[in-house]
Nanobody, 125 residues
Framework: QVQLVESGGGLVQAGESLTLSCAASGRTFSRHTMGWFRQAPGKEREFVAAITWSGITTYYADSVKGRFTISRDNAKTTVLLQMNSLKPEDTAVYYC??????????????????WGQGTQVTVSS
């Protein structure tokens, strides 16, 4: 079992930065692939970024590549999403998710077994 709690969301202006944090609990956290997804009003939840258990391999959606950075600290059981150059279209509820490494397809939402409650990010123009 892995429990996830996101924090760090808020209201910012376009061009500004935010860092989201996901605090995980559970003995097997370090073995899981971790991902960030987001859901805007009226839209499906979409993939944003993911990182393997080692932290060596990362994946990004094309829409955030070069602006967002995912990282993890297995000792602190934390996953971060650094978001720079934010745009109004980045406005959404952001969710942290965990997936077992044996079965995960990092960009696929249904691969993930555990989800946080989400944190709201609003970017004004």
């Amino acid at each position: 079992q892995v429990q996830l709690v996101e924090s760090g969301g808020g209201l910012v202006q376009a061009g500004e930065s935010l860092t989201l944090s996901c605090a995980a609990s559970g003995r097997t956290f370090s073995r899981h692939t971790m991902g960030w997804f987001r859901q805007a009003p009226g839209k499906e939840r979409e993939f944003v970024a993911a990182i393997t258990w080692s932290g060596i391999t990362t994946y990004y959606a094309d829409s955030v590549k070069g602006r967002f950075t995912i990282s993890r600290d297995n000792a602190k059981t934390t996953v971060l999403l650094q978001m720079n150059s934010l745009k109004p279209e980045d406005t959404a509820v952001y969710y942290c998710a965990a997936a077992h490494p044996a079965t995960v397809i990092p960009r696929l939402r249904s691969s993930y077994d555990y989800w946080g409650q989400g944190t709201q990010v609003t970017v004004s123009s």
